[in-house]
């Protein structure tokens, strides 16, 4: 989609290319081309503001060809009247004098452009008429629903008007928000497999402080609680000290930089997902 930018001058209006627009799998493109994520999220806010301006491009595009159809026809008039009135002024002996039958297809043409009255015998026997619209009125009319319609593209042949062209806006939807989300995490934080193992991380060390909380409560905190949960618990809590998890063999390698790495992780994830709400 291309998005002109269109200008006045001398009685003339011309066109020049403002702004290209991609197509709408811009997004899935740039993601499949590990293209930089703010990158890739400017590409597709181009693509969707080329899908909301369509609708005035499309509108452009008509009023242009229409007044340049008008343009066109305006200058055929004006060339054949021309003509005619510059005839008058030749003599009959000149060889420039338009010969009868030139003047007949220029008049011919010009009703044709101007449009011309018809008359014919109704079924009551009187003269009636008929008023056909010239190729140029039509054509004029054309362009000034146009402008009726959408009263700002007056500006582009020079006529005043208060009307602004619209301004679209655009937001990008709740999938796609994901799915940038999910693209720019995968690059600078965890992709999904490293989610996992981040969470399954997260669950021994919550674990790990729930066995030591409960060690640390005495028989009567317990006993208030119902048998069968009270039995569950110390066998989760037997059991989990029996195991040994990935986040047990890191933490004895690593310490407390591994809860660093872990909340950290999730704190630049929210980041991630604050830029692009």
Known sequence: ???????????????TVSETYPELSVLDE???????????????????????????????????????????????????TDKLEKDLEVSEDDENKLKDEDIEVINNRIKILDGDIVEFINDLGVVDNI????????????RNDLEAKNPWLLKYRGVETDVE?????????KSDRKKLIAYE??????????????????????FSTISSIWESLDDDAKSSIDPDKKAMIDY????????????????AEEGTKLVDKLFDREVNINSIITKHK
């Open 1 to 15: 989609m291309i998005k002109y930018e269109y200008t006045y001058d001398n009685e003339k209006v011309t066109r």
């Open 30 to 80: 740039s993601i499949k081309n590990r293209v930089e994520p703010d990158l890739a999220k400017a590409k597709y806010l181009k693509a969707l503001e080329g899908k909301a301006e369509a609708k005035y491009i499309t509108i452009e595009e008509d009023w242009f060809n229409a007044h340049n159809a008008v343009v066109k026809l305006e200058t055929e008039y004006k060339e054949l």
């Open 131 to 142: 008023v056909t619209e010239g190729l140029l009125s039509s054509s004029v009319k054309n």
């Open 165 to 173: 062209r619209p301004v679209v806006e655009v937001k990008i939807g």
């Open 185 to 206: 995490r995968d690059i600078y934080v965890r992709n999904s497999e490293d989610s996992i193992a981040d969470l399954a991380k997260m669950i021994s060390l919550a």
């Open 236 to 251: 989760s809590v037997a059991k989990f000290a029996l195991t040994e998890t990935r986040a047990d063999a890191q933490l």
